[in-house]
């Protein structure tokens, strides 16, 4: 679960980033591409609205760290029924 609480660090700090800072980072791409990427006149739609909300953010990191520590139920419960002499005997 460890795993699961430093992803969940990792993707909202980026994520929060991401959110915050996404005009600059889409005229980036636009810059380095040189230009085109996104067709407003194609695609319809004029602007990227990110509104940042701590209730998502909350919702985000819960439903994440929830679901890492349920996925660690099954396997610590099984090692914890297997007799250690026989989980080590093909190490």
Not at 37 to 42: A, E, F, K, L, T
């Amino acid at each position: 679960s460890l795993v699961g609480v430093a992803g969940t660090a990792i993707g909202v700090i980026a994520g929060c980033l991401f959110a915050l800072y996404i005009d600059p980072i889409f005229a980036f791409v636009n810059y380095v591409a040189g230009g085109g990427v996104w067709d407003p006149s194609i695609r319809g739609i004029y602007a990227l609205p990110a509104e940042l909300r701590l209730v998502d953010v909350v919702k985000a990191v819960s439903l994440s760290l929830g679901l890492s520590f349920v996925v660690t139920l099954f396997p610590a419960r099984r090692a914890a029924r297997m007799n250690p002499v026989e989980a080590l005997r093909y190490e």
